[in-house]
């Protein structure tokens, strides 16, 4: 395990080039809207035809919070999509674990993939609330933390209000 090596990039994480690229995806595995409507209608239709096999099979009540899956990349410039869903933030309960958990499952499942370079959004931040700058150091932390084969990590942020809040966290 070599120490990974992170980046941060404003700009559209269905344009990056990587051998796998994280999807914050909904529980369905069916795509919906941000990151996960905007992987599903880049990547083209065998990425819902490979949800829809998971769905079937292992994942017939869809994927659990902080849980993570692949499948193939369709066509987005990638081998692998790695989906997982993250949290719904909450005020009144703690769901750091499970926002940690989702980039220790991504790592782990693309250590199993054999990717080496993995562009990550910033999970949970869009319809589900999470606040930026918590996310940001849960994120940057538990990649720090997580032992893995991957050389690079690559957080791809939208915008760039979130992209300064997650560059701060290089520090």
């Known amino acids: ?3 990974v090596t992170i980046t ?3 700009g559209d994480i269905t344009r990056q080039s990587a051998d796998a690229i994280v999807n ?3 529980s369905s595995l069916l795509g919906g809207g941000g990151v996960d409507g905007a992987i599903h209608r880049r990547g083209g239709p065998a990425i819902l035809e490979a949800c829809r096999a998971l769905r079937a099979s292992r994942y017939g009540k869809g994927l659990a919070t902080g849980q993570a899956v692949a499948t193939t990349a369709g066509e987005l410039d990638a081998r692998w999509v790695i989906h997982t869903v993250g949290p719904v933030w909450s ?3 703690d769901r750091s674990g499970l926002l940690a958990s989702c980039y220790r499952e991504s790592l782990r499942v693309a250590d199993e993939l054999g990717a080496r370079t993995v562009a990550f959004p ?3 931040t869009g319809v ?3 606040p930026k700058e918590d996310a940001a150091r849960i994120a940057v932390e538990t990649v720090r933390g997580t032992p893995t084969a991957v050389e690079e990590v690559r957080f791809v942020l939208f915008d ?3 992209y300064e809040v997650f560059a701060r966290r290089l520090g």
Do not use: D, G, K, P
Request: proline fraction near 0%; avoid cysteine; aromatic fraction near 14%.
């Open 1 to 3: 395990m070599t120490t």
């Open 8 to 10: 941060f990039v404003q």
């Open 24 to 26: 914050a995806a909904n």
């Open 91 to 93: 005020a009144s309960e």
């Open 122 to 124: 910033a999970i949970s």
């Open 128 to 130: 589900y609330r999470y």
């Open 160 to 162: 760039e209000e979130t």
